[in-house]
C-alpha cells in the first residue's frame, strides 16, 4: 500500500494486538483502526476483547509508531445514560491520542436482522436493549426511529468537535435525510461518500 495514490487500507481491530505492524514501516495509506464503545457496553458486552482502555493506549502506541488511526462507534446503544458514558470514551480518545492522527471517527447506531432477537435470546436470555421501539428499515433491519438516531448522531458528532473542529465523521449505513439532518453533510451516493473521506487523505 505504501507506494499507492488511490487507495488506502483500513485495518480494524478490537484487540490491543498490533506487534506484526509496529515491525513494519508506517505508511498513511495504512489506517490502524479501533472498534470502541461506551465503558459500560464494553464490560458488559464486549466479552473476549481487549479493554476500552487498552484499545485506545494501543491507538496512541500506532500513531507513535507512525500510523494514522480511526475509531469505530457502531453500534451505539442508546441505554438511559447513554450520553455521558459515550462522552467518557470520546473524552478519553482525545485525552490519550493526538488528534491530528485520527483519519475518521464513524458512528453507527444498532440495528440488526429481525432474527437476531431470537438468536440472541435463545442463547443469553432477554437483552433490553433490543426492545426499545425498533422500527422495520427500508432495508429489512431492525432500527431506532429517525429521529432518535439523528439525535444520537448530533450529539455525538457535537462533543467530538468540540475536541476537534475538523474532525472527519460519518455515519454507516444511514440515509441522506440522516446525514443532512445529523451533520449537515450531502451524502446521495457512495461516491460523495468516499470525496468525502478522501479529504482527510494526507
Known amino acids: 500500500m505504501r507506494d499507492q495514490r488511490n487507495a488506502s487500507l483500513e485495518i480494524k481491530t478490537k484487540t490491543d494486538f498490533i506487534d506484526p505492524l509496529l515491525a513494519l514501516e508506517p505508511t498513511d495509506r495504512v489506517i490502524v ?31 507513535r509508531h507512525g500510523y494514522r488511526v480511526g475509531f469505530h462507534f457502531d453500534p451505539i446503544i442508546h441505554m438511559p445514560g447513554w450520553e455521558e458514558d459515550y462522552f467518557d470514551t470520546v473524552d478519553r480518545i482525545f485525552r490519550m491520542t493526538d488528534a491530528t492522527r485520527i483519519a475518521w471517527i464513524s458512528l453507527g447506531v444498532l440495528r440488526f436482522v429481525p432474527s437476531l432477537k431470537e438468536v440472541t435470546r435463545d442463547r443469553f436470555g432477554p437483552i433490553p436493549y433490543f426492545h426499545d421501539g425498533f422500527l422495520r428499515g427500508l432495508d429489512g433491519k431492525s432500527r431506532l426511529p429517525v429521529e432518535r438516531r439523528i439525535n444520537v448522531y448530533r450529539k455525538m458528532a457535537e462533543r467530538i468537535r468540540l475536541h476537534s473542529p475538523d474532525a472527519r465523521v460519518y455515519l454507516c449505513m444511514e440515509s441522506p435525510h440522516v446525514w443532512q439532518a445529523s451533520l449537515g453533510l450531502t451524502m446521495n451516493s457512495d461516491e460523495d461518500l468516499i470525496a468525502y473521506l478522501d479529504e482527510a487523505a494526507p
Open 33 to 63: 483502526s479501533f472498534s470502541v464503545n461506551s465503558p459500560q457496553i464494553s464490560r458488559s458486552e464486549e466479552r473476549r476483547a481487549a479493554p476500552l482502555l487498552r484499545r485506545i493506549e494501543t491507538a496512541a502506541k500506532a500513531q
